[in-house]
């Protein structure tokens, strides 16, 4: 009997790459104080891929046996044309899942043609329930546009959705317990992500306004009881369950626990760069590869492969020190 020919993406530490998240633009209605700064430069059209070119990369991973995309930016909702992008890649014959991270504030009238395009899961950001302190974290966002989003996602029959919350210490932690009960109530998933040190951030010293995992989930333990779980959406997240319900508490912990060692993503940014690390700078200019080959899916192929071999090891996340990386989140594609 022949071997069994080993996955084509695979990089040198032995991990198979199969979850790609795309940016789709650099562009976005708020600006969170972790993630941008206030007044932005974004990319001029012509850096920006076309859908097309999305498309055309989105493909290729799918063929290389990618079977999780994930849509991101900068905001992926005020992308024009960003419901055709989930039509065409909802056909891509391979793909497991198709899945989205948004802001929310679109959501209210694009959930019902995502859903149609396949789109069964999505994570929505929310940081807080207060509109005050809502509108100075997002430094523009309405609360309720992103509350009416939820309610959108959940009756377009979303079979999972997710609250991410970045919890800053003195900003919106003593509003932890209030959003585990928000998805209580509503049967919903939350993740608490630690503040990664992605961008230059004139708003906070974030090492001042660290708030670890274990703090969140100390907090949590106070209130309710929490059931581990090995569950994983093959992703950073750690998972607890609440004892009396479906919700599932998840933990993004890059300071407190590396997630390094299962990392089976690579990040393609709005540009078109092929990041192999979120907290590296490692990259493949594959706008480059689809401008150059126009339609040549063995160039791209060949790219992407080749990708492979320089995914570092892991992150060098260090809060005390000045960002090595000087990209926003916003540009990484998070
Ligand atoms: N605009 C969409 C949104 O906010 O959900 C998608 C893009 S946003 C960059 C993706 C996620 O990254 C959000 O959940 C946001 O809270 C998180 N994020 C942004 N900057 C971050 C940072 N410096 N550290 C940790 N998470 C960050
Ligand atoms: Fe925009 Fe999302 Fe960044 Fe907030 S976290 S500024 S919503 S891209």
Same mark, same amino acid.
Not at 15 to 35: G, H, K, N, Q, W
């Given at each position: ?56 990369? =989105?493909? #290729?991973?799918? *063929?290389? !046996? @990618?079977?999780? %995309?994930? /849509? ?7 992308? +024009? ?29 694009? =959930?019902? #043609?995502?859903? *149609?395009? !396949? @789109?069964?899961? %999505?994570? /929505? ?7 005050? +302190? ?42 932890? /317990? ?7 109530? +509503? ?148």
């Amino acid at each position: 009997m022949s071997p069994t020919p080993s996955p084509p993406l695979v990089d040198r530490f032995g991990r198979r790459v199969s979850y790609l998240r795309i940016s789709i633009t650099d562009r976005c209605d708020f600006r969170c104080v972790y993630c941008m700064s206030e007044d932005m430069q974004f990319l001029p059209r012509s850096q920006v891929l076309t859908l097309e070119e999305i498309q055309q990369i =989105a493909r #290729a991973f799918v *063929a290389l !046996g @990618v079977d999780k %995309i994930r /849509i991101t930016g900068g905001e992926p909702l005020v992308r +024009r044309g960003v419901t055709g992008l989930f039509r065409g890649l909802g056909t891509l014959p391979g793909l497991e899942e198709l899945t989205l991270t948004t802001n929310g504030s679109q959501l209210a009238r694009h =959930a019902p #043609a995502l859903r *149609a395009a !396949g @789109v069964r899961r %999505i994570n /929505i950001s929310l940081d807080s329930l207060r509109p005050e +302190r809502f509108r100075h974290i997002t430094r523009q966002g309405e609360l309720q546009r992103v509350l009416d989003g939820i309610d959108a996602a959940l009756a377009a029959g979303m079979e999972r959705v997710k609250i991410n919350s970045v919890i800053l210490k003195g900003r919106n932690a003593d509003e932890i /317990i209030d959003l585990v009960e928000f998805c209580r109530a +509503r049967d919903m998933d939350i993740s608490f992500i630690e503040e990664m040190p992605l961008g230059v951030n004139a708003d906070h010293d974030r090492a001042e306004v660290f708030y670890s995992s274990d703090q969140v989930r100390a907090d949590i333990q106070a209130r309710y009881r929490l059931i581990p779980t090995t569950e994983s959406t093959g992703g950073p997240s750690r998972y607890f369950r609440l004892d009396d319900g479906p919700t599932r508490i998840g933990f993004i912990s890059p300071h407190s626990h590396n997630f390094c060692v299962d990392c089976n993503r690579v990040r393609l940014t709005a540009e078109g760069r092929l990041l192999l690390c979120l907290g590296q700078e490692h990259s493949v200019d594959l706008r480059q590869v689809v401008r150059e080959y126009p339609g040549d899916s063995r160039a791209l192929t060949r790219a992407i492969v080749e990708a492979m071999q320089i995914k570092p090891q892991g992150h060098t996340f260090d809060l005390s020190a000045k960002p090595v990386i000087l990209r926003h989140m916003s540009v990484t594609g998070g």
